[in-house]
């Protein structure tokens, strides 16, 4: 297996293993979901933290709540589309509200199950976590931040919604890169304009950067792997210090990234700002390749729009 290219639901199960071992409060909750999650070893190891309910989210979910009165710290792991749709109820009322420690993976988030067609797509999901109190929301860009995220997850009482992709992604940070856990990372210098970008868009957005490095134009990349709270300084500084922000996320245009960076703009800093992410329609059925080209999340085309920016600023 390539180091470099290791999926992001993998580096969560390996990681969460390594922790279980140590620390038996650690358990997992899936939706008939094992295979999904790539919690078989999970499973294997510790069969006493782990609990298989089948196809019912709101059960898992209420499951995992009452586990978490008697002192356990649950991760809840299945389907990004189904986890945060059918248990939303659950997670606002169970979870959110009493302030437990669940937390809340949701695999194959976006358009992973795009041959699936819309039932299966999850592009709503950082939008109704974000709208619930108390729940921190995270999307990883490589196995280094789902690592990271998940030590931090398994280290604090905090509920929580971690959305991992469902492929193998390329590595954008190495273990000697130090990060901040609620702070933006900075990927790339620049001045001339921000690319602000999450999850498996980092590194398109890391690429789109270097393509216009060579056409002389400097481009910040920041990855806001945490959603809420969120680096709202961040944000203000690239306002502040570039001529324009592009982001791009594997999300709605509603409720996340791109609105979130509008509005903190918008109070602080304005600047224009082009909001890359899934229109309003209905999606087409195609595999994340194929929908990522189709809607333009490319490094030509985010480029491309980022030259669009800067020429009119």
């Not at 729940?135 to 280094?144: L, R, T």
Request: proline content about 4%.
């Amino acid at each position: 297996m390539d180091i470099n290219k290791v999926s992001c639901r993998k580096a969560f199960t390996s990681t969460l293993e390594k922790i279980a071992a140590q620390n038996d409060t650690i358990f997992m909750v899936c939706t008939d979901s094992r295979g999904s999650v790539t919690a078989e070893g999970f499973a294997d190891k510790f069969p006493a933290q782990f609990i298989e309910v089948g196809i019912a989210e709101q059960n898992a979910v209420g499951i995992a709540a009452g586990l978490a009165t008697i002192g356990k710290n649950v991760f809840v792991a299945g389907p990004a589309c189904f986890l945060t749709a059918r248990s939303y109820e659950q997670i606002k009322v169970d979870v959110a509200y009493n302030h437990l420690s669940v937390k809340i993976i949701g695999v194959s988030g976006g358009v992973s199950y795009g041959p699936l067609g819309g039932t299966h797509t999850a592009l709503h999901d950082i939008a109704g976590m974000r709208a619930l109190p108390n729940i921190q929301v995270f999307v990883p860009s490589d196995n280094f931040t789902t690592t990271l995220i998940t030590e931090y997850l398994a280290k604090n009482d905090c509920p929580a919604y971690m959305r991992t992709g469902r492929g193998d992604v390329p590595a954008i940070y190495c273990e000697s890169d130090n990060f901040e856990m609620h702070k933006a990372k900075k990927v790339c210098e620049g001045n001339d304009a921000t690319i602000i970008a999450c999850g498996e868009m980092v590194y398109p957005a890391k690429m789109a950067a270097e393509l216009l490095k060579q056409e002389g134009v400097s481009v910040r990349v920041l990855d806001m792997f945490c959603l809420k709270p969120y680096d709202e300084e961040s944000i203000i500084s690239a306002a502040k210090e570039t001529k324009a922000i592009v982001t791009v996320e594997e999300h709605s245009i509603y409720g996340g990234l791109g609105e979130l960076v509008c509005a903190v703009t918008a109070q602080n800093c304005p600047v224009p700002v082009k909001v890359m992410g899934f229109p309003d329609e209905e999606y087409k059925i195609g595999s994340s390749a194929e929908l990522f080209e189709h809607y333009g999340f490319t490094p030509p085309n985010i480029a491309q729009e980022v030259k669009k920016l800067v020429k009119a600023k």
